[in-house]
């Protein structure tokens, strides 16, 4: 697999960042593995529920490729990478970044809230796309047309916060055919839904998804929202 040098690496590309660090996997099929995240400030979306609200605005503190292509390096180059948010596809040099990682033959990720287009992600990204349910009071700003960009190896996420979000979920599951061509994700929102009650709802039904538990939470609490 070819590699970028950083002297080929265009200077002026900067990405306003809110924290870069290094964790195990805390949702999804990649769950456990550790991975080394890139977390982008700004988000146009304001979820009910929202752990991360400290990225949701944007921090002013600009970080070039160049730059967070040498944190990863000093991170001994883990395999496993994810860009998430707020939201990383409001800023532009995002396409930069999932560039570079995939010339350098990571296993990359992209975490994003349904509400941008994924047309320019490049199809080799493991796309984690959320499906706001109304909980969140964000389901009016969903893009269903994205759901064309995804394929086996992508996931859709709905998070549960009661039975209203989770017959809406079902809903939108049949609705759209999901588990036929991508991977369909249940999560117990944080504090709101219990777990347990969430898990029988899906035994009960059989329903073809994973239900999933945030592991970060459950290892190091609240404010170690990954």
């Not at 269903?144 to 916060?161: P, R």
């Amino acid at each position: 697999m070819p590699h970028i040098l950083l002297s080929d690496m265009p200077q002026e590309k900067v990405l306003d960042v809110s924290e870069i660090f290094v964790s195990l996997q805390g949702e999804g099929t990649l769950a456990g593995i550790p991975t080394f995240f890139v977390r982008l400030s700004g988000c146009n979306l304001r979820c009910n529920w929202c752990d991360t609200s400290y990225a949701q605005k944007p921090s002013k503190n600009f970080i070039s490729i160049e730059e967070i292509v040498r944190h990863w390096e000093k991170a001994g180059k883990i395999p496993y990478v994810q860009i998430t948010g707020g939201e990383p596809l409001l800023q532009e040099n995002v396409y930069d970044l999932m560039d570079f990682f995939l010339k350098e033959g990571v296993t990359l990720l992209l975490e994003t809230n349904g509400s941008i287009s994924l047309r320019k992600v490049p199809k080799e990204v493991i796309k984690i796309l959320d499906l706001k349910t109304p909980s969140s009071g964000m389901t009016p700003y969903m893009r269903y047309e994205n759901l064309a960009y995804l394929g086996t190896k992508d996931q859709v996420k709905f998070v549960i916060a009661d039975r209203v979000d989770y017959e809406w979920a079902k809903k939108r599951m049949s609705l759209y055919y999901l588990p036929v061509y991508t991977q369909v994700l249940f999560s117990p929102a944080w504090g709101l839904m219990n777990p347990q009650e969430l898990a029988n709802w899906i035994i009960e039904e059989r329903l073809p998804v994973r239900f999933q538990l945030q592991l970060h939470k459950i290892l190091w609490g609240e404010k170690r929202g990954v």
